[in-house]
């Protein structure tokens, strides 16, 4: 096969011998504490008296403390290195020392009470780093820089170096921990590097409402949660047991917290920059990198600014904010980049409506979005319990927001104040349309005028105030005697939310609405959705509080018409049953026969009582895991132990087929598709029988159907590519632009892999699955000229045969 010129974005590096964790570049020769614990700012251990005969600590060297708020008083008047200091303040002494030992030692969370923040090591690295840069810095440089692996050498340059870095934590949800947890046993490492956790969301299927449909799910994923449970118990990762809630609430309110550096396997990770932590979605592989130990690999990112100014108000919420910068910057816009919104529009946005911009951002493809610390990050961490924690990034608040004057690679800016509420779609998140238009431009474009289902809640918008403006338009239209045209469903994004608008009232209105309050889980936000009221084939409209809407992600029907938008805008155009409907100025019939308007929604941002946690759901890892058992049967259709693949036999790579010549757009979703395929997420034998069923093929112009080069007939993609397979015959794709967007999957990346493929040839990739098929042995290759896409022809007929290897006739 001859093809146009290709290159390798970066040389494929040997991850063999590096399994073992490594000790940093410019580590001192002394014992240091186990990794997490916070270092005695005061050189000595904790409860210890100082001695006349105590000397500098580490080596020798002074020990610079930070000087902020109330320390600077003891600080710029005290010595200190095994000196008591003291100053009488009425009766009392108080010790430097003592007082800044207890500074440092603030858990990461109620759950980890041992692993500490390490503000003073964020500190530390960026003033490395903002040495030998000699210039301002972006939050996200803060961030990121200030977890790297050795600030003092690491080569730094935007868009171009790779960085080295040492996240805080991991988090994986129940679809992707299965297949990161089997390559993390084969590691043979006894416990996790960092604290890690499981959350189980993904496996639950939205059918007949929330008790039923988790009772079931437990039932038909016992095998899976089980594995998943004894391999967290094993290893040292927490366990959320299904019922919890979806894994970005859970962060957001247990473990993200400003100047964390988070990655998680699923792609809206990012969800944790409404708390000011740099939360990345990566594939289970760099997952299992953190969690033994190693460093982690990230293109050093560019930085977006997103300056805003004004205020939201009225139908505007921070959905509309994403929404419209979405419009901007479309599918690819963000990414290789971090998105950092700034400006004196932030403090307007709650700090879960924060978290709803920076989730959604991954559908620009965004490496994350981040906000600066301000008093509505305060305000709800204090709220869940983390006051603490507020508390001390009060006193390195400097770190946590930019430096005046910092430079952004590309500036936007949005007014809040003039922003309209916007819905994005169909079939794309960057097609964005004001809700006042979008109505005749369904019209002109033929689309389904008639809304089937308004759905809300998922990771993107089910925070208490969601919950809240969706309810206070539900309370209006049921004064007036109206329930939803459309049918409606309501899911919460965790336990706490959930027990928490039952106990205030809003969770029963929304039902009187019309609507089903669904499991505490991702439901149809992934696919997990049992739909009866239409036929597959059958063309329709959803409209949703989403955050992704690609042709059949919702439903598997390619002919829903699925729109995103916030979930006061659902439930208001669920009331009155068409995308015609404008809230800001249209009227409905109340059932006594008057018109009325709807007025814009007003609820609290957090509930005014504690949240109520509800049922406990989190399993901690034992203490001591030596007997604990991690069981996977050898005839298991769910879970699958793995074998290294084949090694390159350091031979070119020729003559290679070409499987399938993708046409337009090729998700995750395209390329390992979601839905019934989750139960096999933890079998890659079984998961790749669905290998590229969605992607069209420019050949014939159909799904799932390619040529076999061999015998010349047409047949399922996963089938040819297993007939490859056996018979020995190496084979590649052929991608479009922005190829792999979407999902953080890495199925989608282990599959072609498992099937025999050694390249994929694109326009373009998607950071996410770029890196994860450079992390299974895949080639990922981009055209040196985007137009040599259309020198590939693969003919509208039968070619030549191909003859099979060592033969020499065609079959």
Same mark, same amino acid.
């Given at each position: 096969?001859?093809?146009?010129?290709?290159?390798?974005?970066?040389?494929?590096?040997? #991850?063999?011998?590096?399994?073992?964790?490594?000790?940093?570049?410019?580590?001192?020769?002394?014992?240091?504490?186990?990794?997490?614990?916070?270092?005695?700012?005061?050189?000595?251990?904790?409860?210890?008296?100082?001695?006349?005969?105590?000397?500098?600590?580490?080596?020798?060297?002074?020990?610079?403390?930070?000087?902020?708020?109330?320390?600077?008083?003891?600080?710029?008047?005290?010595?200190?290195?095994?000196?008591?200091?003291?100053?009488?303040?009425?009766?009392?002494?108080?010790?430097?020392?003592?007082?800044?030992?207890?500074?440092?030692?603030?858990?990461?969370?109620?759950?980890?009470?041992?692993?500490?923040?390490?503000?003073?090591?964020?500190?530390?690295?960026?003033?490395?780093?903002?040495?030998?840069?000699? #210039?301002?810095?972006?939050?996200?440089?803060?961030?990121?820089?200030?977890?790297?692996?050795?600030?003092?050498?690491?080569?730094?340059?935007?868009?171009?170096?790779?960085?080295?870095?040492?996240?805080?934590?991991?988090?994986?949800?129940?679809?992707?921990?299965?297949?990161?947890?089997?390559?993390?046993?084969?590691?043979?490492?006894?416990?996790?590097?960092?604290?890690?956790?499981?959350?189980?969301?993904?496996?639950?299927?939205?059918?007949?409402?929330?008790?039923?449909?988790?009772?079931?799910?437990?039932?038909?994923?016992?095998?899976?949660?089980?594995?998943?449970?004894?391999?967290?118990?094993?290893?040292?990762?927490?366990?959320?047991?299904?019922?919890?809630?979806?894994?970005?609430?859970?962060?957001?309110?247990?473990?993200?917290?400003?100047?964390?550096?988070?990655?998680?396997?699923?792609?809206?990770?990012?969800?944790?920059?409404?708390?000011?932590?740099?939360?990345?979605?990566?594939?289970?592989?760099?997952?299992?990198?953190?969690?033994?130990?190693?460093?982690?690999?990230?293109?050093?990112?560019?930085?977006?600014?997103?300056?805003?100014?004004?205020?939201?108000?009225?139908?505007?919420?921070?959905?509309?904010?994403?929404?419209?910068?979405?419009?901007?910057?479309?599918?690819?816009?963000?990414?290789?980049?971090?998105?950092?919104?700034?400006?004196?529009?932030?403090?307007?946005?709650?700090?879960?409506?924060?978290?709803?911009?920076?989730?959604?951002?991954?559908?620009?493809?965004?490496?994350?979005?981040?906000?600066?610390?301000?008093?509505?990050?305060?305000?709800?961490?204090?709220?869940?319990?983390?006051?603490?924690?507020?508390?001390?990034?009060?006193?390195?608040?400097?770190?946590?927001?930019?430096?005046?004057?910092?430079?952004?690679?590309?500036?936007?800016?949005?007014?809040?104040?003039?922003?309209?509420?916007?819905?994005?779609?169909?079939?794309?998140?960057?097609?964005?349309?004001?809700?006042?238009?979008?109505?005749?431009?369904?019209?002109?474009?033929?689309?389904?005028?008639?809304?089937?289902?308004?759905?809300?809640?998922?990771?993107?918008?089910?925070?208490?105030?969601?919950?809240?403006?969706?309810?206070?338009?539900?309370?209006?239209?049921?004064?007036?005697?109206?329930?939803?045209?459309?049918?409606?469903?309501?899911?919460?994004?965790?336990?706490?939310?959930?027990?928490?608008?039952?106990?205030?009232?809003?969770?029963?209105?929304?039902?009187?609405?019309?609507?089903?309050?669904?499991?505490?889980?991702?439901?149809?936000?992934?696919?997990?959705?049992?739909?009866?009221?239409?036929?597959?084939?059958?063309?329709?409209?959803?409209?949703?509080?989403?955050?992704?809407?690609?042709?059949?992600?919702?439903?598997?029907?390619?002919?829903?018409?699925?729109?995103?938008?916030?979930?006061?805008?659902?439930?208001?155009?669920?009331?009155?049953?068409?995308?015609?409907?404008?809230?800001?100025?249209?009227?409905?019939?109340?059932?006594?026969?008057?018109?009325?308007?709807?007025?814009?929604?007003?609820?609290?941002?957090?509930?005014?009582?504690?949240?109520?946690?509800?049922?406990?759901?989190?399993?901690?890892?034992?203490?001591?895991?030596?007997?604990?058992?991690?069981?996977?049967?050898?005839?298991?259709?769910?879970?699958?132990?793995?074998?290294?693949?084949?090694?390159?036999?350091?031979?070119?790579?020729?003559?290679?087929?070409?499987?399938?010549?993708?046409?337009?757009?090729?998700?995750?979703?395209?390329?390992?598709?979601?839905?019934?395929?989750?139960?096999?997420?933890?079998?890659?034998?079984?998961?790749?029988?669905?290998?590229?069923?969605?992607?069209?093929?420019?050949?014939?112009?159909?799904?799932?159907?390619?040529?076999?080069?061999?015998?010349?007939?047409?047949?399922?993609?996963?089938?040819?590519?297993?007939?490859?397979?056996?018979?020995?015959?190496?084979?590649?794709?052929?991608?479009?632009?922005?190829?792999?967007?979407?999902?953080?999957?890495?199925?989608?990346?282990?599959?072609?892999?498992?099937?025999?493929?050694?390249?994929?040839?694109?326009?373009?990739?998607?950071?996410?699955?770029?890196?994860?098929?450079?992390?299974?042995?895949?080639?990922?290759?981009?055209?040196?000229?985007?137009?040599?896409?259309?020198?590939?022809?693969?003919?509208?007929?039968?070619?030549?045969?191909?003859?099979?290897?060592?033969?020499?006739?065609?079959?």
């Amino acid at each position: 096969m001859n093809l146009p010129p290709c290159r390798l974005w970066r040389p494929l590096t040997s #991850r063999l011998g590096q399994r073992q964790p490594q000790p940093r570049a410019g580590a001192r020769s002394c014992p240091l504490p186990a990794r997490g614990r916070a270092r005695p700012l005061c050189g000595r251990p904790h409860g210890s008296s100082p001695t006349a005969a105590a000397k500098p600590t580490w080596g020798g060297e002074i020990r610079k403390f930070p000087a902020t708020n109330g320390l600077q008083f003891f600080l710029d008047h005290y010595f200190w290195q095994g000196q008591r200091a003291t100053k009488a303040l009425g009766a009392r002494q108080y010790h430097v020392a003592s007082v800044l030992c207890q500074r440092a030692k603030v858990a990461m969370s109620h759950f980890e009470p041992n692993e500490y923040i390490r503000y003073d090591l964020l500190e530390k690295n960026i003033n490395i780093v903002r040495k030998r840069l000699n #210039r301002p810095l972006t939050l996200s440089e803060k961030i990121v820089y200030g977890h790297l692996d050795d600030p003092a050498n690491q080569e730094i340059e935007r868009g171009k170096t790779y960085l080295r870095l040492r996240p805080d934590r991991v988090a994986m949800q129940d679809a992707t921990a299965q297949m990161a947890m089997l390559q993390f046993i084969s590691s043979g490492l006894p416990k996790v590097a960092v604290p890690s956790t499981i959350h189980c969301d993904h496996l639950i299927e939205a059918q007949l409402g929330g008790e039923k449909d988790l009772r079931r799910a437990k039932d038909i994923n016992q095998e899976v949660y089980n594995f998943l449970a004894t391999a967290g118990a094993k290893y040292g990762v927490g366990f959320w047991r299904p019922g919890s809630g979806i894994i970005h609430q859970i962060i957001l309110e247990n473990y993200a917290y400003p100047g964390v550096l988070l990655i998680g396997t699923d792609s809206h990770t990012p969800n944790g920059g409404g708390l000011g932590g740099i939360c990345i979605g990566v594939g289970g592989a760099d997952a299992v990198d953190v969690m033994a130990g190693i460093p982690w690999e990230l293109k050093c990112p560019k930085v977006i600014g997103v300056k805003l100014t004004g205020s939201l108000s009225g139908w505007t919420s921070p959905k509309d904010v994403i929404l419209k910068v979405a419009g901007i910057l479309t599918v690819k816009g963000g990414t290789g980049a971090i998105v950092e919104y700034h400006g004196p529009g932030v403090d307007s946005i709650s700090c879960t409506g924060m978290a709803t911009i920076c989730n959604m951002g991954a559908e620009i493809g965004a490496t994350t979005s981040v906000f600066p610390y301000n008093h509505r990050m305060k305000k709800y961490l204090s709220k869940t319990g983390r006051a603490d924690i507020a508390n001390l990034a009060d006193e390195f608040k400097d770190h946590l927001v930019p430096d005046s004057g910092c430079h952004y690679d590309q500036l936007i800016e949005i007014n809040l104040s003039e922003l309209k509420p916007h819905i994005n779609g169909p079939f794309t998140p960057d097609l964005a349309h004001p809700v006042a238009e979008v109505g005749s431009v369904a019209e002109k474009e033929g689309w389904p005028l008639d809304i089937r289902v308004g759905l809300i809640g998922s990771c993107t918008n089910s925070s208490y105030e969601d919950m809240g403006r969706s309810a206070a338009v539900a309370k209006q239209a049921l004064a007036h005697g109206l329930q939803c045209k459309s049918q409606f469903t309501i899911t919460p994004g965790s336990e706490q939310i959930r027990a928490t608008i039952e106990r205030d009232g809003y969770a029963q209105i929304l039902r009187d609405v019309g609507g089903i309050v669904l499991a505490n889980a991702c439901g149809p936000c992934i696919g997990q959705w049992d739909r009866k009221d239409i036929k597959k084939g059958e063309k329709n409209t959803i409209v949703t509080s989403y955050n992704r809407n690609f042709t059949g992600r919702n439903d598997a029907n390619p002919e829903t018409h699925a729109f995103v938008t916030s979930p006061e805008i659902v439930t208001a155009l669920a009331i009155a049953g068409t995308l015609k409907f404008n809230p800001e100025t249209d009227f409905l019939t109340g059932k006594d026969g008057k018109k009325f308007k709807l007025e814009a929604p007003d609820a609290d941002e957090l509930p005014r009582a504690e949240f109520d946690p509800g049922q406990d759901t989190y399993q901690h890892p034992p203490k001591d895991s030596s007997g604990q058992q991690v069981d996977v049967s050898p005839t298991s259709q769910r879970l699958q132990l793995l074998e290294p693949f084949d090694k390159w036999d350091g031979r070119d790579l020729e003559d290679l087929q070409i499987l399938i010549k993708v046409k337009g757009k090729c998700t995750t979703d395209h390329i390992s598709a979601a839905g019934p395929w989750l139960k096999f997420r933890g079998h890659l034998d079984n998961i790749s029988n669905n290998l590229l069923i969605g992607a069209i093929n420019v050949e014939n112009g159909k799904a799932n159907s390619v040529r076999n080069a061999v015998t010349q007939e047409f047949g399922p993609v996963p089938d040819t590519a297993r007939y490859y397979k056996k018979h020995g015959i190496r084979w590649v794709v052929i991608g479009d632009e922005n190829y792999g967007e979407g999902s953080s999957r890495e199925h989608a990346a282990l599959e072609p892999r498992h099937l025999g493929g050694r390249a994929i040839i694109t326009k373009s990739f998607a950071r996410i699955h770029e890196t994860n098929l450079k992390k299974q042995g895949l080639l990922p290759l981009t055209f040196a000229d985007p137009a040599d896409y259309n020198k590939i022809h693969l003919g509208a007929g039968p070619s030549s045969p191909r003859a099979l290897p060592g033969s020499t006739k065609p079959t």
